[in-house]
């Protein structure tokens, strides 16, 4: 299987920027408030697959494949935050829009908030799920981290370490899932396979060094976050740690829910969603 194989539920749109192909979908009446949805740590646009069809109608919503991941190119750059914060400005300045409301997952997540810091007045708002770039590794995390997803080992991964590896992030499993299980153990025969596993480590290293949580007070735009309760990847600590550096943050937590909210908990994700989005659109100048 080949990442350009899989299937997306939106019709996919592709921009070249800095010379690198991206691949994005782009959904809803082209005036109306817009979303911007970037996916997480070795993932892809249609990880907010469940949740997109919510917002269709009345906003105008944007999902990218963000370099190193899904359809978009994946050469082998030095991926940090900074460099996918510029690189995402050009983009969306290619899309002619001005202002936007980011929701983010995990690394996503943590784009959007080092976006919203660097670009201010582009950013209305925040919805962040799960979001990496704050949490506090202990030493013991890091080595287990730099020993076990270097990207040799991540292209020998098997069947059953990708299942487990699924199902810690997932917080758990249903006979639903084997789907997804399938396309990533067959992705791992993907011609860029190699690019895409580059890409992983380099976020995970990002990660790793952020110094975001001593930075994210300047966030003064309005946010949101919901966060699993039984997160195994970023746990809840961290989330709440967040949200006592931001006084105008919500936090909600989901009882029993992992690291994929938005696929696990998706209708609870859209009610919180549109909650939110109703108070920020209600004040858009707050």
């Not at 990218?64 to 900074?82: A, E, F």
Request: charge should be negative.
């Amino acid at each position: 299987m080949e990442f350009a194989d899989v299937a997306y539920r939106y019709p996919v749109q592709f921009q070249t920027i800095q010379n690198i192909r991206v691949a994005y979908i782009d959904q809803g009446p082209p005036q109306a408030p817009t979303l911007v949805f970037l996916h997480g740590n070795g993932a892809d646009l249609s990880t907010f697959d469940w949740v997109y069809p919510a917002f269709c109608s009345g906003y105008r919503v944007i999902g990218i494949d963000l370099p190193g991941y899904g359809k978009s190119d994946k050469p082998l750059l030095d991926y940090t935050p900074t460099w996918y914060v510029e690189f995402l400005h050009d983009w969306i300045k290619e899309l002619n829009v001005r202002r936007w409301i980011g929701v983010g997952h995990s690394y996503g997540g943590c784009l959007i908030m080092e976006y919203s810091l660097q670009f201010p007045e582009e950013v209305q708002a925040l919805i962040l799920l799960d979001a990496a770039g704050t949490y506090a590794y202990s030493q013991m995390e890091v080595e287990f981290i730099r020993a076990n997803f270097t990207p040799e080992k991540l292209m020998a991964a098997t069947p059953e370490q990708i299942r487990l590896s699924m199902q810690q992030g997932l917080g758990e499993w249903s006979p639903a899932y084997e789907s997804w299980l399938e396309k990533w153990v067959g992705l791992t025969r993907a011609r860029d396979y190699a690019g895409y596993a580059h890409a992983v480590y380099q976020a995970l290293e990002a990660c790793i060094r952020s110094d975001l949580l001593e930075r994210v007070e300047g966030i003064r735009q309005p946010v949101q976050l919901i966060w699993g309760e039984k997160d195994a990847i970023i746990p809840l600590s961290a989330g709440q740690a967040l949200a006592e550096r931001l006084p105008q943050a919500e936090l909600e937590v989901l009882k029993g829910c992992g690291h994929f909210p938005q696929l696990t908990r998706a209708s609870s994700v859209v009610a919180i969603m549109n909650r939110f989005l109703k108070s920020v659109l209600a004040h858009p100048g707050g």
